[in-house]
């Protein structure tokens, strides 16, 4: 890139990097585990490549040079912050349902992803996919157990697909360097994400149909109903409560304390988050009125819901564009 190209106001500025802002929101988001920080670190991000433009020559791709600046922010806030967790990854399985409003806000809690933030998905099936199983849940929540720089080489390698050679140069690695520690990454993560085989596909009809159930199940309170749609060892969490429950008999019990009866009581709006289905629950206050009370994102296959993540968090429903309260 020319001189004279580079000397740019703001406005062209803008115009040549933000075609890459929503990816790299996603990116800093897959590092971090948080949307909130991930917004503020893009944010982050601009401000130090404006500043550093002119200096900017040209020899990788601009694309290149802005994931080199995400990559190194990202690996600075990391060592100035908490891992972010889910209640499982704290300790085992509680049986007994917690109190009301039993949070652990000196936790710092995982977070879900809304993919409206990074626009329209690709028009290839299998970028697809691949796309939506670079964001899945429980994958983001293992990356958060890899020491910053082998999180960087697992999305930029396993999600992003990056020849390794590219890859060596953001980082300031040899080529052995990035293949010895992607290998140490999918080792850990091996042991940490759950198989995805029978991980079913927004389109498949089954899930469609087992989803449909679930809804009219949670608004009618029917518990029976909503534990026959899971699978034997299906596990609820709640962040920010830190328990987290595991058997069909523990969830129920946890659902009968936490579910009022009374017809109404919740609603759920669908939505997704994650590259997987979930829906804005409302519960139904005092005055009558609905209002946001957590996000729930579910992991579906062909044998029935197998974990389901209930976000205590309304400050999440504007990533979803969804609404603090109901008619």
């Known amino acids: 890139m020319k001189t004279d190209e580079r000397d740019t106001g703001p406005e062209e500025f803008a115009r040549l990097t933000d075609p890459f ?25 601009y401000l130090r490549a404006w500043r550093s433009y002119a200096g900017f020559d040209g020899r990788a791709s601009l694309r290149t040079w802005l994931y080199r600046i995400a990559t190194n922010t990202c690996l600075n806030a990391l060592e100035h912050s908490s891992r972010r967790v889910m209640p499982s990854g704290l300790a085992g399985p509680s049986d007994d349902p917690p109190p009301p409003r039993n949070f652990a806000p000196e936790v710092t809690w995982l977070e879900p992803f809304s993919e409206r933030l990074i626009g329209r998905a690709p028009e290839d ?47 300031g690695m040899t080529g052995a ?78 659902l009968s304390a936490r579910l009022s009866p009374v017809p109404g009581y919740t609603r759920l709006v669908p939505t997704e988050a994650n590259g997987q289905p979930a829906y804005g629950m409302y519960l139904r206050r005092d005055d009558d009125v609905l209002r946001a009370h957590s996000l729930q994102v579910l992991t579906v296959t062909r044998s029935g819901i197998v974990h389901i993540s209930s976000f205590i968090d309304d400050t999440l429903f504007a990533y979803f564009d969804l609404p603090l309260t109901l008619p």
């Open 125 to 171: 099936p299998a970028a697809i996919v691949a796309s939506r199983a670079g964001l899945r849940l429980a994958l983001i929540a293992a990356l958060q157990y890899l020491p910053g720089r082998q999180r960087a080489v697992v999305i930029l390698r396993d999600v992003l697909a990056w020849p390794a050679a590219d890859v060596a140069e953001l980082l």
């Open 21 to 45: 802002r929503r990816e790299l929101l996603a990116y800093c988001y897959r590092m971090l585990g948080s949307v909130h920080d991930a917004e503020d670190l893009v944010q982050e991000v």
């Open 177 to 254: 360097g990035v293949n010895s520690t992607l290998l140490r990454a999918r080792a850990r993560l091996e042991r940490l994400v759950p198989a995805s085989d029978e991980i079913t596909e927004p389109d498949d009809p089954v899930r469609r149909e087992l989803l449909d159930r679930y809804a009219k199940a949670f608004e009618a309170v029917d518990i029976p109903a909503i534990t026959r749609l899971l699978t034997e060892q299906a596990s609820w969490e709640m962040p920010p409560v830190p328990q987290w429950f595991t058997g069909r008999d523990a969830i129920a019990r946890l």
